[in-house]
T-cell receptor, first 111, second 114 residues
Framework: EAGVTQFPSHSVIEKGQTVTLRCDPI?????LYWYRRVMGKEIKFLLH????????ESGMPNNRFLAERTGGTYSTLKVQPAELEDSGVYFC?????????FGPGTRLTVL | AQSVTQPDIHITVSEGASLELRCNYS??????LFWYVQSPGQGLQLLLK??????LVQGIKGFEAEFKRSQSSFNLRKPSVHWSDAAEYFC????????????FGTGTSLTVIP
């Protein structure tokens, strides 16, 4: 069974540009999460989808971040416009219940 | 507010030596507790988890962890470290068992020397 996949693995953009990160959860997992780790800090929750609905988006930093999960399958996280402080590793996780399975992350660098 | 503390940012051990990684949490009730490991270029892999019952839990790769309610701790242990255990280890707290958000510690980076 394929695990959680994320694309791209790395992205380097300039301040003010737009970037879209993609996450493909494990097939059949209704729950999908986005997390972010800024260098040297803890991994922090961004938001949680149940199927295509946003269950909890309390961790989203501001309105420059937009997450979608069309059809309850894959999810995208768009940052527009990107700022320097958005740099970090963005993790996606999926679950059926109590255990979350994580992808390898997307390393975003904003110059 | 919930929080997770991993006091050791970096630990170096010799191959074959024992290992203990510390984790303390702050939460009003007994949370669901997890340890994940991240090897370079890999995602976070679940090592073990505790929800209830026996406070000593066994995980993959020879790891175990012990939940101590009185100390609000969930320390990870391994009796004999292998070079392949070099990675970053994260302790996490889940508030419910229905897939709610996790709170993570800052991670402990483990170096294994020959």
């Amino acid at each position: 069974e394929a695990g959680v996949t994320q694309f791209p693995s790395h992205s380097v953009i300039e301040k003010g540009q737009t970037v879209t990160l993609r996450c493909d959860p494990i097939s059949g997992h209704d729950n999908l999460y986005w997390y972010r780790r800024v260098m040297g800090k803890e991994i922090k929750f961004l938001l949680h989808f149940v199927k295509e609905s946003k269950q909890d988006e309390s961790g989203m930093p501001n309105n420059r971040f937009l997450a979608e999960r069309t059809g309850g399958t894959y999810s995208t996280l768009k940052v527009q416009p990107a700022e320097l402080e958005d740099s970090g590793v963005y993790f996606c996780a999926s679950s059926l219940g109590d255990t979350q399975y994580f992808g390898p992350g997307t390393r975003l660098t904003v110059l | 507010a919930q929080s997770v503390t991993q006091p050791d940012i970096h630990i170096t051990v010799s191959e074959g030596a024992s290992l203990e990684l510390r984790c303390n949490y702050s939460y009003g009730a007994t949370p669901y507790l997890f340890w994940y490991v991240q090897s370079p270029g890999q995602g976070l892999q679940l090592l073990l988890k505790y929800f209830s019952g026996d406070t000593l839990v066994q995980g993959i790769k020879g790891f175990e962890a012990e939940f101590k309610r009185s100390q609000s701790s969930f320390n990870l242990r391994k009796p004999s470290v292998h070079w392949s255990d070099a990675a970053e280890y994260f302790c996490a707290v889940g508030i419910t068992n229905t897939g709610n958000q996790f709170y993570f510690g800052t991670g402990t980076s483990l170096t294994v020397i020959p």
